[in-house]
């Protein structure tokens, strides 16, 4: 059964591009599998999890960001 926060949670990272799920078999199967994990983890052990999936993505996102920054300024000067 999902919870409400789960499916806000996966419905933010589909909005924010960090999820993209081609069919809805797999987004079902997600859905499941972080509802059991919810189950599993206590309140604050869920939004630390939870947390962790956005600082870590925005963390990989900006270095890519400025991998992709590094990259432009090196062809420019050639």
Same mark, same amino acid.
Do not use: Q
């Given at each position: 059964?999902e919870?409400?926060?789960?499916?806000m949670?996966?419905r933010?990272?589909?909005e924010k591009?960090?999820?993209k799920?081609?069919?809805?078999?797999?987004?079902d @199967?997600?859905?499941s599998?972080?509802?059991?994990?919810e189950?599993? %983890?206590?309140f604050e052990?869920? $939004?630390?999890? #939870?947390?962790?999936i956005f @600082?870590?993505?925005?963390?990989?996102?900006?270095?890519?960001?400025? %991998?992709?920054?590094l990259?432009? $300024?090196?062809? #420019?000067?050639?």
């Open positions: 059964m919870s409400k926060r789960v499916m949670l996966v933010i990272l589909e591009g960090y999820l799920l081609n069919s809805k078999m797999k987004k @199967s997600l859905i599998k972080l509802s059991e994990l189950n599993k %983890l206590s052990e869920f $939004e630390r999890f #939870e947390n962790l @600082s870590t993505l925005e963390a990989i996102e900006d270095d890519y960001f400025e %991998l992709g920054r990259v432009g $300024e090196i062809l #420019e000067s050639e």
